[in-house]
């Protein structure tokens, strides 16, 4: 068990929704990240929020948005879906502001399917 | 642009024999250097990094890593493959913006 908790680990809906996505990080880590897993594509970097602040932004499309709470849960809205919005989402936390010299603590992963 | 690549889609080793999983990299100063490791219907688990020191690390599970500056490559092995080993490898590289960029993964299947 990383100690990061996500929900809803699925989720079904159906084309032109909204959803969101949740995250909660392991006990004082501030840093949030959020990845999207898909097959064609494999693992890309959405986002990173720090303390409540946005520090790095990926290959997020603009109908996709995020934010990190004071009590450091975090959320990963995505709009106007499409079918190809179909993958899993994964949270990873750590305790430091840049992950390219710690270990990153990830989420089981919530699979979004959109029909 | 920094990247990793995995150039192996799958690498299938029978049990015992050891393994190798590979992981070339493309940055721009000083590398830090990751695998991680997903079971199915898991999310990643760090196995080992590279960030400075010898080149040849250890990490969870007896796997260990050799960087290799001058071929840029950062192979994960393992002396002795076990069936409970079979899973999705990823190497990731970590940029001086401070996020990770991963590899495509390599599904490992250890044959009894």
């Known amino acids: 068990d990383s100690g990061v908790t996500q929900t809803p680990k699925h989720l079904i809906t159906a084309t032109g929704q909204r959803v969101t996505l949740r995250c909660s990080p392991r006990s004082g880590d501030l840093s949030v990240y959020w990845y999207q897993q898909s097959l064609d594509q494999g693992l890309q970097f959405l986002i990173q929020y720090y303390n409540g602040e946005e520090r790095a932004k990926g290959n997020i499309l603009e109908r996709f948005s995020a934010q990190q709470f004071p009590d450091l849960h975090s959320e990963l809205n995505l709009s106007s879906l499409e079918l190809g919005d179909s993958a899993l989402y994964f949270c990873?936390?750590?305790?430091?502001?840049?992950?390219?010299?710690?270990?990153?603590?990830f989420g089981e992963g919530s699979r979004l399917t959109v029909l | 642009a920094q990247s990793v690549a995995q150039p192996e889609d799958q690498v299938n080793v029978a049990e015992g024999n050891p393994l190798t999983v590979k992981c070339t990299y493309s940055?721009?100063?000083?590398?830090?250097l990751f695998w991680y490791v997903q079971y199915p219907n898991r999310g990643l688990q760090f196995l080992l990094k590279?960030?400075?020191?010898?080149?040849l690390v250890k990490g969870s599970y007896g796997f260990e890593a050799e960087f290799n500056k001058s071929q840029t490559s950062f192979h994960l092995k393992k002396p002795s493959a076990l069936v409970s080993d079979s899973a999705l490898y990823f190497c990731?590289?970590?940029?001086?913006?401070?996020?990770?960029?991963f590899g495509q993964g390599t599904t490992l299947q250890v044959k009894p």
């Open positions: 590279y960030i400075t020191g010898d080149n």
């Open positions: 990731a590289v970590g940029v001086n913006t401070g996020k990770l960029i």
């Open positions: 990873a936390s750590s305790p430091d502001l840049r992950a390219n010299t710690g270990e990153l603590f």
């Open positions: 940055v721009s100063g000083n590398p830090y």
